[in-house]
């Protein structure tokens, strides 16, 4: 079978999080070596960062104080990129300071010489004490995009990023790391997620309604995880182990 050719394209470069770009269409920056925050928007240049500080300065030695947080750019300065999910043309950041912010992109033709497009479409505040945005999950099919934030797993909905009923997605806390799982593709109406909390490993079956299908007990707490059907490969900060959760549960 003959492989289709293809290309590697930039879809996101110098994303911003001004909520006044919200909604617009942002022009591209010019090219330039900087850090990933740098390119993505969410850290300013040296020459700003500089003369922040030089500002910053000045105002610590004067009789007069200054609220720093009120700068736009000393807050942009602060703000990271965490994580990002994709999911079609739409893209999900999740930043230092607990917001998702969502663009859409359009991507033009390849064979055209155009830059693709991308949209502010909302930055929405989990309102998790400002908390970092650790992991993001996006389940197509399901309208569900999966959040781990500040050790607390909530659910939204992936369109208008409003969080899920907790009748039908329960919150789940003390969560150190989640995996979903890679034997399944996620635009399926129903997949497994495996869930990491203090010495418990939690797997839940996520469709219409979010149940617990299983939970074991282990021995030290999980930095990392990743599941494939029946499988799920974690490790600590020193070891790691495979559980074969069918044989557990016979």
């Known amino acids: ?35 990933l925050s740098q390119r993505l928007g969410f850290q300013a240049t040296e020459r700003i960062q500089s003369d922040n500080d030089d500002t910053a300065s000045q105002a610590s030695e004067g009789a007069d104080s200054v609220d720093r947080s009120s700068s736009p750019a000393l807050r942009a300065r602060a703000i990271r990129v965490e994580c990002v999910e994709m999911c079609g043309t739409n893209v999900y950041v999740g930043t230092s300071h607990g917001h998702i912010v969502q663009y859409t992109i359009n991507v033009p033709e390849l064979t055209s010489d155009k830059e693709p497009e991308r949209v502010c479409v ?11 945005v650790e992991q993001l ?16 797993l909530v659910f939204y909905t992936l369109s208008d990023l409003r969080v899920v009923s907790s009748n039908s997605a329960p919150t789940i806390k003390g969560v150190s790391c989640v995996a979903c799982d890679e034997r399944v593709d996620r635009t399926s109406n129903g997949v497994l997620l495996c869930v990491a909390r203090m010495r418990e ?24 995880l990743c599941m494939y059907g029946n499988y799920v490969c974690l490790a600590d900060t020193q070891t790691y182990k495979v559980l074969d959760l069918a044989r557990i549960r016979s």
Do not use: H
Not at 5 to 11: D, F, G, W
């Open 122 to 132: 909302q930055s929405v505040d989990l309102k998790l004490g400002g908390k970092r």
């Open 1 to 35: 079978m003959e492989e289709e050719p293809y290309i590697v394209q930039t879809l996101v470069q110098g994303l911003a999080l001004d909520e006044s770009s919200r909604g617009k269409s942002v022009e591209w920056p010019k090219p330039r070596r900087q850090s």
């Open 201 to 224: 490993i939690s797997v839940y079956f996520v469709g219409a309604d979010v149940r617990l299908e299983q939970q074991v007990m282990i021995e030290y707490s999980v930095a990392s």
């Open 137 to 152: 999950i996006a389940l197509p099919m399901l309208n569900r995009l999966v959040v781990l934030c500040g050790s607390t």
